[in-house]
C-alpha cells in the first residue's frame, strides 16, 4: 500500500525546486544571452524495506528530480547600432579571461578598456583565436567585426574573435554575469555568424514562465491539502485507539 505523507512531501520537494528554477527564469528575462531552464524529474517505486519508513513488502510511490535541462534555442536579437556589440548566430561561445580562468559567454555586449582591450560589459578580457586580447588602435574610426569574427579597422585586421563550442552544452556550469564553464574540449562551431550592431536577448518567454509558476502553486495547494487532510486521518486514528485503550 502507498503512504499517501511520502508521496506528497515528495512531489512537494519538486515542486519548491521547480518554482525556484521558474523564479529564475523570470528574473532574468531581461538578461542579454540568457537561457532558460526546466527541472526534469520521474517517478518511481521502491520497497518498504530498503527505506526507514517500513520493513513490510508494501511499494512507496516518490517524485524525484532527475535535474535541469537548459534550453539552448537562440533569442531573439535585437538591433543596438553600437558597432561593438555582436551576436551569435548559431551555435557557439565568446571565450573571455577571468581571475578564475578561462570562461565561456553569448552576451557580446563589448567595450574597450583604458589599454584598448576588447572586454565585457563585467570587464573580462574578450579573447582572440591566437590566445590574446584584441587590442583596438586608438585612431581607429571604422571598426568592423565580420560574419567569420575577424575585427577590423577600415582595411586594416585587427584580430579574430576566439569562437568555440563543446560536445555537450548542458553540462556547462552557469556561474555568475551569465558566464559558463566546463572541462569539456574546445571545438570550432560550424554554420556559425558574427552580427556586428546586434544583441541577442534571452529566450524566456514571460507568459510561458507566468503560466508555469500558477501551475506549480496549483499543484503545490493542493498537495497541501493531501497532506493536512492524512495529518488529520492520523490524528483521529490516534485519538480512537486512546479511547479504545481508555475502556480497556
Do not use: C, W
Request: overall charge negative; hydrophobic content about 35%; aromatic content about 6%.
Amino acid at each position: 500500500m502507498e503512504n499517501t505523507i511520502y508521496i506528497a512531501l515528495s512531489s512537494q520537494m519538486v515542486l519548491r525546486r521547480q518554482l525556484s528554477m521558474v523564479a529564475n527564469n523570470l528574473a532574468n528575462v531581461n538578461t542579454p544571452s540568457f537561457k532558460g531552464e526546466e527541472m526534469l524529474f520521474s517517478e518511481y517505486l521502491t520497497d518498504a524495506k530498503n527505506t526507514r519508513f517500513g520493513s513490510n513488502d508494501s511499494k512507496y510511490h516518490f517524485v524525484r528530480a532527475l535535474g535541469n535541462m537548459r534550453d539552448l534555442a537562440e533569442g531573439p536579437m535585437t538591433r543596438t547600432g553600437n558597432e561593438l556589440d555582436v551576436a551569435i548566430d548559431g551555435e557557439g561561445y565568446f571565450v573571455v579571461n577571468t581571475e578564475e580562468g578561462k570562461r565561456y559567454t553569448r552576451h557580446g555586449r563589448f567595450q574597450l578598456n583604458q589599454n584598448n582591450e576588447l572586454i565585457t560589459a563585467a570587464g573580462h578580457v574578450v579573447q582572440s583565436e591566437n590566445g590574446g586580447p584584441i587590442t583596438i588602435p586608438v585612431e581607429a574610426v571604422n571598426i568592423s567585426i565580420s560574419p567569420d569574427g575577424t575585427v577590423a579597422n577600415g582595411d586594416q585586421n585587427i584580430g579574430k574573435l576566439a569562437l568555440v563550442t563543446f560536445e555537450d552544452q548542458q553540462k556547462l556550469e552557469r556561474g555568475q554575469n551569465n558566464l559558463y564553464q566546463t572541462d569539456q574540449i574546445e571545438k570550432p562551431p560550424e554554420r556559425t555568424n558574427i552580427v556586428q550592431g546586434m544583441l541577442e536577448q534571452s529566450n524566456v518567454n514571460s507568459i510561458i514562465e507566468l503560466t508555469q509558476m500558477i501551475e506549480i502553486h496549483r499543484k503545490h495547494d493542493s498537495v497541501k491539502r493531501v497532506i493536512d487532510d492524512e495529518h488529520r486521518r492520523i490524528e483521529r486514528m490516534i485519538n480512537r485507539l486512546g479511547q479504545s485503550s481508555g475502556q480497556s
